[in-house]
Each structure stands twice: as C-alpha cells, then as structure tokens.
C-alpha cells in the first residue's frame, strides 16, 4: 500500500486528505470535434473550473480530485497544476490511452511492451518531459461489449505499467458488459482487482454485472452523476441502492465525469458540485448516514488509488451490509 499521493504539485500524504474526493472528472482537455465543439476545457475555461472547485472545497470540504484526462485527450499538466493552486485542491493526474477513436498515432501498429515502456517512463519521468508525474492510470478506454484489437493493446500496456509501477487503473466501460470483459484483459495481464476501477457503470442499468464486478474486488464507478441525458439520476440511486444493499458499499466510487464546458455552472450546467449539492442528499434521504458517505466519497478512492485494504488508517470489512431501509420501503426512491 502506498502512503503517498503523486499530485500535480508534489507528494501528499493519504492522511492529509480529509475531505470528499471526486474519483472521475476532468479539468482540463479538448475532445471536440467539428460535430460537438463543446467537448472540450480549455485554457478559457480554467477560471470557471478553478472558481467551482474553490467554492466546493469551501462549501464541502472538496479534497481532492482524480483527473483522468490522458493521451490524446488534451491532456494539460501544467493547467492542472495553475487550477490545484489556485483552488487549494489537490488533483491526481492520469495517462494511458482513451478508448479507440480517440487513439493518437503513437499507438498504431506499437507493440503492448512499447507501449507499456511509454506509460513507465512518463510515471517515472514526468508528463511532457518535464512535468507533474501521474498518480493514477486511466481512463483508458473501450466500446461495447468487447474491446477492439487496438484497445486490448492498450489495455494490456496500461495493465502492465500499473503492476511496474504501483500505480491503480481506472477505466471507461460506456456500453453493454465491457466492463467484464476489461477487468478479463487487465487481470490476465497480472493487474489486481482492488488496484481497478471500472468506469461509468451507472450508465449501465444491469444491477447482476454490477455485482459481479464488485465481487471480483474491483471498483464500480458510478461517476456520471447529474448526466441526465445519459441516464437519470433515479436510476443511478436505484442501482446505487442495489450494490449496497447487496454489500459492496467498499467497492463503489462517485463523481460527476465533467467532460464538457457546457456543464460548468456558469454555462448553465450541473457542474461538479452536483454530486453534492443533488445526488447526496438524495441517498441520506433513502437512509445513508454520515459514516457511509464518507466511505464512498473520501476512503474507497483513497484505498482505490493507494491500493490498500483500508483508507486513512480505517479498514473496511468486506461484505458489511449497509443500514437502508428494506426494500420497498419509503425511503428507497428520494423525491428529486
């Protein structure tokens, strides 16, 4: 288990971050397209980010945030440093390979042992050279049910560059079961289950893969949060409800998986305090207490990123049932 954080400006202790982490987000990248021009961060938009991450950290306490933006993304390591400063919260950068139609050229036809060489070096050596190095690798990326031959390769790369260089791997599974099939292709490649997280599981209304992928040891990111138009928030709460009646409470991760100017707040957006401000409430409602939230928001992504059996210094027992209401109940479904 490591003890340290790598941040975008410097090493941080696990025991320093005692507040809410945001386990899947981005700050800082440029997806767009000439069809979909807002898919993207840009240095015009740091001030926004900054000013909403500023705000959450004053509100709620916002420790700290996993920024999965990697190759070929846009990725902008000295803008995630200016934002941590500026907003006093810490953010864990990543690398890695987004899923195949996003795959730069250094990735074509480019063995799994180049590649993995590729993501060891920048961990060891630092993003663009000179950089912040990456604390977590991810979201390395795939569609549908089966990853593409290109995304195996990547898959197998990033596995292989987490087990070389201790770091965890997150993971964007959008559609069908490519989630199992993921967590088949990093586990064979030697990557342990609880150093994995699957991604955007909460676009997925299947509660039994859910509960497969948690019984495997890896972590179910529920980290679309507030993404109405992909799957509304109720839905969300019901499939949350699900896994953690069935305990696996220490295997969920949240966030909101802000990809896109047009979320911000001041576009208009659900920004990425919407977990906060929206979806929490919603599960104290159907009967979360304090201890659980924090669970969720602050130990599972520091066990997940630091690849031990507890966070902070507080275990978590396996297969604990968390205290909800029974099912049918009042409180299973929160009023939006």
Not at 105 to 120: C, D, H, K, M, Q
Not at 170 to 183: I, P, V
Not at 217 to 243: H, I, M, N, P
Not at 269 to 275: A, D, K, N
Request: proline share 5%; aromatic share 4%.
């Amino acid at each position: 288990m490591n003890s340290l954080l790598r941040t975008v400006t410097g090493p941080l202790s696990v025991t320093a971050v005692q507040g809410p982490v945001l386990a899947h987000e981005h700050l800082a990248l440029d997806l767009s397209r000439p069809t979909d021009r807002t898919a993207s961060l840009t240095a015009r938009h740091a001030m926004a980010v900054t000013d909403e991450l500023t705000g959450l950290r004053r509100q709620f306490g916002l420790s700290l945030v996993v920024e999965l933006t990697c190759r070929g993304m846009g990725r902008d390591p000295a803008a995630l440093a200016r934002i941590s400063w500026a907003s006093g919260v810490a953010v864990v950068a990543g690398t890695g390979w987004y899923h195949e139609a996003f795959h730069p050229a250094e990735v074509e036809g480019v063995s799994v042992e180049e590649l993995a060489n590729r993501l060891v070096e920048e961990i060891e050596g630092g993003m663009d050279a000179d950089g912040p190095s990456p604390g977590v690798i991810g979201e390395v990326g795939s569609h549908g049910d089966l990853p593409s031959e290109p995304e195996v390769r990547t898959f197998t790369a990033a596995a292989r560059a987490a087990v070389t260089t201790g770091l965890s791997l997150a993971t964007h599974a959008q559609l069908g079961r490519g989630g199992l099939a993921q967590l088949d292709v990093l586990t064979a490649a030697g990557l342990e289950p609880h150093r994995i997280s699957i991604g955007h599981q909460d676009l997925f209304d299947d509660a039994t893969v859910h509960r497969e992928v948690a019984a495997a040891g890896a972590y179910v990111a529920f980290d679309t949060v507030g993404k109405e138009s992909y799957q509304s928030d109720a839905t969300r709460l019901r499939l949350l409800l699900a896994l953690l009646e069935a305990g696996h409470a220490d295997r969920v991760l949240l966030s909101c998986d802000i990809s896109r100017h047009s979320y911000l707040v001041g576009e208009g957006g659900h920004g990425y305090g919407h977990l906060f401000r929206s979806f929490l409430p919603r599960l104290r409602a159907a009967g979360a207490d304090d201890e659980l939230i924090d669970l969720l928001t602050r130990r599972n992504p520091l066990r997940f990123l630091t690849g031990g059996d507890g966070a902070a210094g507080q275990p978590v027992r396996r297969g604990a049932t968390v205290p909800l209401p029974e099912s049918g109940s009042a409180g299973r479904e929160a009023p939006a």
